[in-house]
């Protein structure tokens, strides 16, 4: 055992983990999807799930306004919606639209369900705290998709 760098021991514990991806709803009435690496489950009763967005994202501001997320867990077929939704800003392009991302209308407040992935979760944001240039928000699950036929993305399949 060897004191390492910060950043170096993160990365060399990471794997196997799940990549998320987070919707919103803009301020224009649209939905942005966001990747995450950092997110964990944090009640079991109520079903909780906290999500960690800098604050240089346009989903942070999104989340100001509309305080409901969805926390989709990719299946391996999505990897190239993960990509896009971690590389572009939804305030410089319609990530659906370039995706052609399929989705159906879930039971709150109509964000989207992505059909292609393993699980979604349609959460209401309970509380938020800052974590330096982050915020992270807690939100209560209200409802929740599986596909038992998909595999789940992890970073290993995104690398
Ligand atoms: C694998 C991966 C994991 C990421 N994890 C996070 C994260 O946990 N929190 C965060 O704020 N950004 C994270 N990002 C960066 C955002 O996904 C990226 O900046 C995105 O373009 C922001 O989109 P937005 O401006 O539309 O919100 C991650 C990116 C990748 C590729």
Redo the contacts with the bound molecule.
């Keep these: 055992m060897n004191r390492t760098e910060f950043a170096k021991v993160t990365k060399a514990i990471k794997n196997p983990a799940k990549?998320a991806i987070a919707i919103?709803k803009t301020p224009t009435e649209k939905f942005?999807?966001?990747?995450?690496?950092?997110?964990m489950r944090t009640s079991i009763q109520p079903p909780m799930f906290a999500?960690?967005?800098?604050h240089?994202?346009?989903?942070?501001e999104?989340l100001q306004n509309n305080r409901f997320f969805n926390l989709c867990f990719p299946s391996q077929e999505m990897v190239e919606i993960?990509?896009i939704?971690?590389?572009?800003?939804?305030?410089d392009i319609d990530?659906f639209e370039k995706t052609k991302v399929e989705f159906f209308s879930g039971k709150l407040n109509k964000y989207p369900i992505l059909k292609k992935a393993k699980a979604n979760f349609e959460c209401e944001v309970a509380t938020q705290v800052k974590s330096g240039d982050?915020t992270i928000f807690v939100g209560k699950v209200k409802h929740s998709w599986l596909d038992q036929e998909k595999k789940v993305l992890t970073?290993r399949d995104?690398e």
Aim: hydrophobic content about 35%; charged content about 15%.
């Design positions: 990549i919103v942005n999807m966001i990747t995450l690496e950092w997110f999500i960690s967005i800098g240089t994202r346009y989903s942070y999104c993960a990509k939704s971690g590389s572009f800003s939804g305030r990530k982050h970073y995104f």
